[in-house]
């Protein structure tokens, strides 16, 4: 008699929750990697959900609590560990999880981080030597902490294959439904994303969603009033030479005192506006070739040189992403 082959054994995929935590990027892990596929061949992932403190209610954020039925030993043992988040980035989570995400790693899993999780590997020393991301707002924080860290603050995810971390909250999705296109191929994870509502890959990364900062013109100093008047007068020709004019100064002064004013050059100060200013109008649905004029590009072409480059997508695919 010919022997029966065994059924394939799940992917076992552990989450953490720790007290006081925001519920979203855990929702994302059970809703990938928690619900039954029955629309995908195969064997699909196990999930269990794991905590310092196994059935104990946690309090979570949005006034309710949660309890874990799986402990760390659960967690350090399964085949790919995701850390959704930390309650505190500055201080990091306990010892018993750092060491329990060590050990998974040690032992072959492939540890995930979403937004702010990053700092749980990075403490655990997995980030070491590598590019990382999390949500913009902590990547200053996290390249002070752990200097031994390449931050990425421009992307959506970045995949060492063992080591993956995700931006920000939503960010962590597209990390989940990368893990899916990784282990079953894009289909699945077309068919995921479908049952999701969501696209299966966004263009881009979290420049996009990533606030400019404003220089405020707290005194009335002849560089803040130039700043001040550039903004106003984007769709026009502007030098350096036309700045440093308006400022009193001569070019090479007044790049000088701009550079410490702004933390950049002049004109990187002035594409970076002027990329900026063409955001809502791309939103509002405006033409590529309208929108480079109304914001000051002598081309189309060198308008979608300098959104891409600072932005991650095309103009065009931003209009496509955030129009409507």
């Known amino acids: ?30 809703e990938v990697f928690g619900l039954p596929r029955p629309e995908v061949e195969g064997s699909w992932y196990a999930l269990d959900v794991c905590s310092d403190r196994p059935g104990v209610p946690l309090p979570m954020t949005g006034g309710f609590s949660l309890s874990a039925q799986h402990g760390l030993d659960v967690l350090a043992g399964a085949d790919t560990v995701i850390v959704p988040a930390v309650v505190d980035p500055r201080s990091g989570p306990g010892d018993e999880v750092v060491q329990a995400i060590r050990s998974a790693h040690a032992r072959g899993a492939r540890v995930v981080s979403i937004c702010s999780g990053a700092f749980a590997l990075a403490a655990a020393g997995l980030l070491d030597g590598r590019e990382a991301t999390t949500h913009w707002r902590y990547a200053g924080l ?70 400019s900062p404003v220089v405020p013109v707290e005194a009335r100093d002849d560089v803040g009033e130039v700043l001040v008047w550039a903004l106003d007068h984007l769709a026009e020709p502007i030098t350096v030479d036309m700045l440093a004019e308006r400022a009193h100064l001569a070019p090479r002064t007044f790049a000088r005192h701009f550079t410490r004013r702004t933390g950049t050059s002049p004109m990187r100060w002035l594409i970076t506006q002027r990329v900026q200013a063409s955001l809502p109008l791309l939103e509002a649905g405006e033409s590529v070739t309208r929108t480079a004029a109304l914001v000051g590009f002598e081309s ?19 209009r496509r992403a955030f129009h409507g």
Do not use: K, W
Request: aromatic letters at 6%; glycine letters at 8%; a neutral charge.
């Open 1 to 30: 008699m010919d022997a029966v082959a065994a059924p394939a054994r799940p992917h076992r995929v552990a989450t953490l929750v720790t007290e006081g935590m925001a519920p979203f990027e855990l929702s994302s892990v059970v």
């Open 142 to 211: 996290l390249a002070e902490r752990f200097p031994a860290v390449s931050v990425r603050p421009d992307v959506l995810y970045v995949d060492h294959g063992d080591v993956l971390t995700s931006a920000g909250s939503a960010a962590g999705l597209d990390l989940c439904l990368h893990l899916v296109r990784t282990d079953h191929g894009p289909a699945v994870a077309n068919t995921v994303a479908r049952r999701l509502v969501v696209p299966p890959h966004r263009e881009g990364g979290q420049a996009q969603f990533i606030e």
């Open 300 to 318: 189309p072409v060198t308008f979608r040189h300098h959104f891409t480059r600072a932005m991650g997508t095309s103009p065009a695919g931003y």
